[in-house]
Every structure is written in C-alpha cells, then in structure tokens.
C-alpha cells in the first residue's frame, strides 16, 4: 500500500489535525459544470512558463518585454511564478538536442522551482508557512462547502478528494522554459511600404495636411523589420508529485521550518522539447510596427510548440469539453494541433462514491477537414481560412452516445 | 453517405450523397451530391437543389452559398434570401448589417483589401440597404483604426480598403458613397442607412463630419474667395447655413436639436459663445461670455452673462429663466426621485428649489452640491455639513471641507479637513464617527476603500516599500527609498477601508490599486484578507517585466514568490 493510503493521514490546518479515512467505491458518470455564461468547466493542466532571454542577441529586449505580456495558453491554467525572464549571453548549450539541457535542468533543481510551484498550489504564506487548499478547490471544481466538509469529517470521501487533486491538478503542473533566438534573414517587405506611402498620399489630399512623412516612416519601419522571425526550443519539464510527496506536505502541513529545510525534496521530471519551425509569420492583417510582429511572431511559434509538446508526450495533451452534439463541436482549433489527420478520443467523467475522479472512454471523432477552426493568434485578422469558426466541427468515428461536457483528448 | 435514426439505426435517407452534414435546429441538413451541394429534409426531400459549389457554415442561421464564383445568402429553412450574384459578403456585424461587393477582386499586392468593383450593404434578412452601384463605401467611426492596410487612423471616414475578413464596424445610420474610388469629400454623397442621398456632394466641401441632429457640421472651402470656415447643412431643407469666415467664427460641436454653440472673435485676444439656430441665427440674446456648460447625460445647457445663469433644454427653452439665479448645478434626473435644483441666488445665497423652482431648502447656505438624494451644504460660518432633501441635518456643519465619493448615491464615507492646511480625517457617515487617523492625502476608491497618504507616517522603511519602488523606478533609486529617502514625484499610499483599517499593508501608488483589486475581492469572498506574503507576491509580478536573473546564478529567495 502506498503512503497515501497506508497511513493516517494528517493534516495541520490552524493547529485542527484532520484524519483521513478510507470506503469502498463505486463508479457514477458526473454531471458537467458550466460557467455563469453556459461555457462547460473542467479540470486543466497548470503551467509555468519563463523564457531565457539573449543578451547578446539584437531584438532581445524587444522580444523579452513582448513575451512577458503573452498569456498562459487558455486551455491551461496559468501557474506562474514571479521570475519569468532569465538571461544567457551566449547560445544555450546543446540547445538542439532532444536530450535533457543540463543548464536548464541545473537552474530549475538550484533554484527549487519545484517547491515554489508545490507552494503556490497551496498559497503557501512565507511570513508563518500556512497553507491553503482555497487554489485546489477553485481549479478542482470542487464544491467548496463540500469539500471543506468532507476534510472536516475525516471521510473517506477526503482521501479521494486530495488523490484526485493530486493526480489531476498538482500532478499536472508543467514548466515550460522556452529559449527564444531571434533570426535575421533578409527578406524585401517593400511591397507593403509601397501601399502605405500611396495611401499616405491618398490621406493627404483629403484632410488637406501633407502625411507623407508620416507614411513614409511606417513604410521605412516595415522595411527595418524585413523577415521578422524567432526560433524556440520549447523544455517540458512535469511535476514529479506521488503519494510520498504528497505526504511530505500533508504531514507537515504549515510547518514553516520543515518546507524551507525540506524544498531539496521536491523535483521536476524532464518530459521532452521541441524546436519551432522558425518559419516566416504571416504578417497580413497586423500593424506594422514592431512590436505587433514580435508578439506576432512569438505568439505562433509557443502556440506550435505547444501543440508539438501535446503531440509528442501524452501526459501534457489538454483536455477540452464537448461543446454540442449535433454537429459535434469543441473550443479546440489550430493553434492546438488540430489537424486534418487528428484523432480524438471523448471521454466520460466518472467519480467513484468516494469522489474520486477518472476518465472512460465512450467513442472517437475526427475533426471535419472543411470545419476547423484556425484560432492561432490573430488568424482572423490574417482572413486566414477556418479563422471565424469560433469552433471546430468533428466528426464520430467509433463508438456510443456523445453528450455535451464530455471531454476530448488528442490520440494517435 | 445517408442519414440513419438515431434510436432504430434503420436508414431513413439513403446513401446516395458525397457528404452529409449534421441536422440543423430547424430539422434541414447541408448535403453534397456529385460534387455540388443542397439541403434536404428529415425526409430526404430536397429543399435546396444540388447546385452550388459550396455551402459555408450556417451563422445566425444565415450560410453564404458560391455559384459558379457567385455569392449569395442562404437561410437555414432553406430560402435563398438574395440573388447568387456577390462576389463578396462580409460577416453581419453586431448591428445586423454587411457590406457586399461586385466585380471586385482581391488584391495581393494591398494586403489582401479588396479592389475595385462596386460596393454595397445588405441586411441580414437579405433586403439591400443600399444598392451594389458605387465605387466606394465609406463609413463614420471616429474609433475605427484601419488596421492591417492603411496603417492610419481617418477622423472622419472610414475608406474601404477592406478585405473579406472585415465587416462593418457602424450600425450603418449613415454612409458615404462616390461614383468611383474617391477619398475626397468634394465628390462624396452622403447617404442614410437606406441608400438615400441627404447630402449630394459638394465641390467646396472639404470635410463633413456624422450628423446627430439633422444638421450635417460641414468644413469648406471657397478657392475663388479663397475663404474657408464652417457651414452645416440642413438635412431638412436641403439648405447650407454659413457659421463664418474661420478667421471671425468656428462651429464648436454638433446641434443639440435647435441649438449649437459656436465661438465668435470678439477682439484679437477674446472669443465669446454664443448659439446659431438652425435657420442660421446667431442669437446674441444668448449671448454667454462668463460660462456655458453642456451636460452629457441631458444635453441640458447652462449659460450665465452678467453674472446672470440660465438653464435650458435641448431646444433652447428656457428651464430656469436667467434673473432669478446667478449660478445653477446640473440635476441628477437618474434618480427615482428628483432631488432638487441647487441654485445660488442673486445675493449669494444657496438653497434647492425644486421642479417649479418653489423653495424646497432655505437660502441660508454658502454653498450646495448635490449628492444623491442629499446635498452637502456649507452654512454661514463657512463649515461643510451634509443635509438631505428637506434641509434635516444629516451630518453637523463641523468641517472646513469635505471630500466626497457619490457615484449618484449617498455617501458611505467621506473625509473632512478643519482648515485649509489641515490634513484630512475619515468621517463614517454611518456610524457618525471621525476617525482620528490623519492623511496628507486622499482619493476614495469603489466599495467604500480609500487610497490615503498618511501625514507623518514612516513609510519607506521596510522591504515592501522596497518592493514598491522596484516596481516603478530603477533599482538603485529604489533602495536609496527603501532607505527613508523622501519622494514627492511619485506619491505612494496605503488603501483603507471605511473604518481605516489598511487593506493593504505595504506602501503602493494609486494606480497599483488595479493590481491589487481583484486579489483583495477574491479573499474577500473566502471571508479572508490580503496577508503581507500575498501583496509580496503581487508586487513581484507587478514588477515581472523588469526583474531579469542570469541563468547561472542562484536567485534570492526574496525575489520568488513562492
């Protein structure tokens, strides 16, 4: 038997000492929750993303302060911590290889990011080492009465309720360190200062004021930036959290001394990488100034290597809820590697009588090659195809019954 | 592929076609046969023959069918709302509304925009607002940047340099249009949201602006007398009334039904305000060198000359006639119950006359303005009290000066000065309790919170105001801060509830409030407070984007969050 379930296990919240005992189990498929305005909710993977940054590097500090402002990609929650740049002023070490970058695993294991992203899950206060489990509810989806009842009463229910916390929140906490190079290539973009400088003269002659400096200077501007492009190598590393580690929380639930002393036992497992393709971003339908082509740039290629990494390795693959059965639809496009030849399978939500949460799958769909949706980062604005869809449209290959809230998980 | 029942999976329509999408709500379904598609019914019947080349996604119930490289609208029961003879068909914006275009093409060289052709707008039922003859469309919309070709902003008009991806962005009340592409007003025809002409052009109109009102603001020029200035056109009477030469008079905003102010030179220094009507008068009865004031929400005017104010509606009558008072505060009509006029009589003397302009509180105050259902009155010893619609004393005339937070409701809390120099106090109004705490200086926040400078506090001293610096200036300066320095550029304060109770520990400036805000809301709801380890953590992320670490070097726990 494992920790978990082999001991008592004790929780210290404000000096109460909980117990957790343990039932038996049976299995009934659960109802899904929505969001106030009928959006499906469910259970996400957290990620902590941060960026190494090239001193040496032109654009480097254009492209840090544009990566700082992208958003945790929404089908994750975003679990960040407060250092999200750190700098290099040379090329990372092996950066091309798929095997395990001692420098960044080094500067995640020195700097116990493992611990720091254990304590933000249980908004660990510094000052006296309290903890919390107000996080856990609000991403578990868990009924916060409920839940704080089931702790109280020392259920078997509880034990279940933290398992399933483990296993499918603090156990799916990923850290993404991403190292970004800019690459100058040569690339003419005259054609398009060619139409701003003509409209700047068409400009003029309405408002009777002579613009043609001022289109002049977009057009040098588009110029300056020919060929715009980044390259990532993209570094999965996973929360390694088992019931060992889970008790070396419970046990010691608020001891200030015992974290700090303790942080060393905490690690990351090292999941993979990839390389974005460093291919040319469409530049149509942005402004052209430079900072909307970095973020431009930086926000696909993360979105492709994101998707790649979700591909590649099963346990970072996002889960999301079906959004209607007739056509089948889900908030999932592009950006998230659907493609022509993506399978998915739907699962159902089971929760044991004990709480405990899995998955069962009830068929397959693929998506309808006419239907996906493009949701990369400003497709719409590109008039990419698929980019007002708002959703993409699948289609069931095997299987039974598909109801709305059940969710779909990319496979092979 | 055919269509089979769900619950007997016996085939109910057979399998005679390329493809077959799901069932609409309404019980028809899209199909492919021999490579072109239709729509059919639950029971196979046909309603829309085989016969376009491509059926889109339906939305809103509407689907754009191709015909031979011809577009048009298709509803979900299967009606064909328009002729199939569009080449392009926008999105329906949120008005309900879309431009279409025919014989235009897209253009690779212009970002992908659109060219040539002619223009035109539908409406979601199909019904065409304005017909596909012209060879530019132009919209009003102050706010719409034209991105991703033109790479500029047009006060006035929106060109249509638009690509199939862009939709209106108006409700379409009015429009522009030329006969070709033509971005100058001189040859531009202003239309209403029918395709009507309102406006033909005009070879000296320079520039026009959207009419609010049934008059068109209108900038002109006249080569031959090489003059120019500002005309509006009566959309009316189909009559230009001239406001002037731009050297001796200028339009300064839009009518407000019979009325609009505009700005006349009176010597080479001075310019006074007066009204022109819409027959062109220029009204010097309402002649108004001291003050005039619009209110956004009425459209209501208040004007005073010779120390003499008047209030008027829209169509320049007379609300409160001028004689009676000698300054006149906006009301607050939003109210369920209208709490009053607050005048300033001739003498000097405020009070609150209500809808007949009866006494409805004396005139024995140096002071009145409105808040909420109460007014907070200055009495005759010069001391802020605050009293409700009937003159009752709701708070003693005891302060020098008060600053209030109302929102259009009665105030909760607000903060009180017993001098000119003196720091400011809380006043709960509720509990009717002056909080002895001094501030050098406030601003009230939502929900009853505070920002407050204390007057002689030690703020600077610990790591947070450390912290706070970072986030806002250079590291070195912000350690010598940290350190006690003062700073008067850059104030930073502490949020407090209404009983002075910090909220927030550590020492921030008025705008780091937004960060803190839902932080604070979201404990709030777990029946907790913010603690000094979570504004440590917002003020690191606060501060993310400037805080770079080498990658070989260990980072200080104290610049971790967790």
């Not at chain 1, 492209?63 to 407060?82: C, F, M, Q, R, W």
């Not at chain 1, 010691?252 to 942080?263: C, P």
């Not at chain 2, 033509?182 to 320079?206: F, S, T, W």
Request: charged letters at 25%.
């Amino acid at each position: 038997m494992g920790l978990l379930t082999s001991c008592i296990v004790t929780l210290m919240k404000r000096k109460n000492i909980l117990i957790i005992l343990f039932a038996a189990t049976t299995i009934f498929p659960l109802a899904a929750q929505t969001d106030a305005q009928g959006n499906p909710l469910y259970k996400r993977s957290s990620i902590y993303s941060l960026m190494i940054k090239h001193t040496e590097q032109k654009m480097a500090d254009e492209i840090h302060n544009e990566y700082v402002g992208i958003a945790t990609p929404d089908k994750y929650n975003d679990h960040d911590l407060s250092v999200k740049v750190i700098t290099l002023d040379s090329k990372l070490y092996k950066a091309k290889s798929d095997d395990e970058n001692q420098a960044v695993t080094n500067f995640l294991e020195q700097n116990k990011v493992a611990s720091r992203i254990v304590a933000k899950w249980f908004e660990r206060d510094e000052t006296d080492g309290s903890m919390y489990m107000d996080l856990i509810k609000e991403r578990g989806l868990y009924n916060a009465t409920e839940f704080d009842k089931e702790l109280a009463a020392r259920s078997s229910r509880s034990k279940a309720l933290l398992e399933d916390a483990g296993e499918q929140l603090i156990g799916s906490t990923f850290v993404l360190v991403n190292d970004i190079r800019y690459i100058d290539k040569e690339k003419r973009a005259k054609v398009a200062g060619g139409i701003l400088r003509a409209l700047g003269a068409a400009l003029g002659s309405v408002a009777g004021v002579d613009m043609s400096d001022t289109f002049d200077n977009i057009a040098d501007l588009t110029e300056s930036i020919r060929g715009f492009r980044v390259r990532i190598n993209s570094f999965l590393y996973q929360l390694d959290w088992n019931e060992s580690v889970a008790a070396e929380v419970y046990q010691h639930w608020g001891d200030k001394d015992y974290f700090e002393n303790n942080r060393d036992k905490f690690h990351l497992k090292y999941v993979g990488k990839v390389e974005s393709s460093g291919s040319t971003t469409n530049m149509q339908g942005i402004n052209a100034d430079l900072p909307s082509m970095i973020r431009k740039s930086l926000n696909r290629a993360i979105d492709e290597n994101v998707a790649n990494l979700q591909r590649n390795f099963e346990q970072f693959r996002c889960k999301t809820p079906i959004v209607s059965t007739a056509p089948i639809t889900a908030y999932i496009g592009m950006k998230d590697g659907v493609g022509p030849e993506s399978k998915y399978e739907v699962l159902e939500t089971v929760e044991d009588e004990k709480g405990k949460i899995s998955y069962k799958r009830v068929a397959t769909i693929r998506p309808n090659k006419k239907l996906i949706w493009d949701n990369r980062y400003q497709a719409l604005e590109e008039g990419a195809v698929g980019a007002d869809l708002g959703c993409t449209t699948f289609e069931k290959t095997s299987g039974g019954q598909i109801l709305p809230g059940m969710i779909i998980r990319e496979i092979k | 592929m055919g269509y089979i029942d769900a619950t007997s999976q016996k085939e109910v329509i057979p399998c005679i076609y390329n493809e077959a999408r799901p069932f609409n709500e309404v019980g028809f379904a899209v199909v492919n046969k021999k490579g072109k598609y239709g729509m059919v019914d639950k029971q196979g019947n046909e309603v829309v023959k085989s016969e376009f080349d491509e059926i889109s996604s339906f939305k809103k119930g509407i689907a754009v069918v191709t015909k031979s490289k011809k577009k048009g609208l298709l509803s979900e029961h299967g009606k064909l709302l328009t002729e199939v003879v569009y080449n392009f068909i926008s999105d329906f914006n949120v008005y309900g509304i879309a431009w279409v275009n025919i014989g235009g093409k897209v253009d690779a060289k212009a970002k992908n925009c659109i060219k040539g052709g002619k223009w035109g707008v539908l409406a979601q039922d199909g019904s065409i607002r304005v017909p596909c003859q012209n060879g530019a469309l132009f919209e009003f919309s102050k706010e719409l940047k034209s991105e991703g070709y033109s790479g500029c902003e047009h006060k006035n008009l929106n060109f249509n340099q638009r690509k199939e991806s862009d939709t209106l962005v108006t409700a379409g009340k009015y429009f522009a249009i030329s006969k070709k592409l033509d971005y100058r007003a001189a040859y531009q025809n202003l239309i209403d949201g029918n395709g009507n002409v309102v406006m033909p052009a005009d070879k000296e109109n320079a520039l026009f602006f959207e009419p609010k009102s049934g008059m068109v603001c209108c900038f002109y020029k006249d080569v031959k007398k090489k003059i120019s200035g500002y005309r509006y056109y009566n959309l009316d009477t189909k009559q230009y009334i001239t406001v002037g030469d731009l050297d001796g008079e200028c339009a300064y905003g839009d009518f407000t039904e019979q009325i609009a102010p505009i700005y006349v030179k009176v010597d080479k220094n001075t310019v006074k305000t007066i009204f022109i009507t819409k027959q062109g008068e220029k009204s010097e009865k309402y002649d108004y060198t001291n003050y005039l004031a619009t209110s956004d929400s009425t459209g209501q005017w208040i004007a005073s000359a010779s120390g003499k104010c008047s209030l008027f509606d829209t169509n320049k009558e007379l609300i409160i006639p001028e004689g009676r008072f000698s300054f006149i505060q906006f009301p607050d009509y939003s109210l369920p119950t209208f709490p009053g006029y607050a005048v300033r009589d001739m003498d000097g003397n405020w009070g609150v006359v209500d809808k007949q302009l009866n006494e409805q509180i004396p005139f024995k105050y140096k002071g009145v303005v409105g808040c909420g259902n109460w007014f907070y009155a200055k009495d005759k010893n010069k001391l802020w009290g605050i009293i409700d619609g009937n003159g009752n004393i709701v708070v003693d005339h005891q302060f020098y000066n008060i600053r209030i937070n109302t929102n259009g409701k009665e105030p909760k809390i607000m903060y009180t000065q017993t001098s000119e120099n003196s720091t400011y106090r809380l006043y709960n109004i509720a509990e009717k309790k002056l909080y002895t705490e001094e501030y050098a200086n406030v601003v009230t926040l939502d929900n009853n919170y505070s920002w407050v400078v204390p007057s002689n506090s030690e703020l600077f001293n610990d790591k947070y105001a450390y912290l706070t610096y970072k986030h806002i200036i250079p590291e070195e300066i912000a350690v010598k801060k940290a350190e006690g320095e003062k700073d008067t550029t850059i104030p930073v304060g502490f949020v407090i509830d209404n009983r002075c109770n910090h909220i927030v520990q550590s020492p921030i400036t008025l705008k780091s409030w937004i960060y803190f805000m839902p932080e604070v809301y979201r404990k709030e709801k777990l029946g907790k407070r913010l603690t000094l380890s979570d504004e440590h953590r917002i003020l690191l992320n606060i501060s993310k984007r400037q805080r770079v670490y080498p990658m070989n070097e260990i980072i200080k726990n104290v610049e971790w969050d967790f």
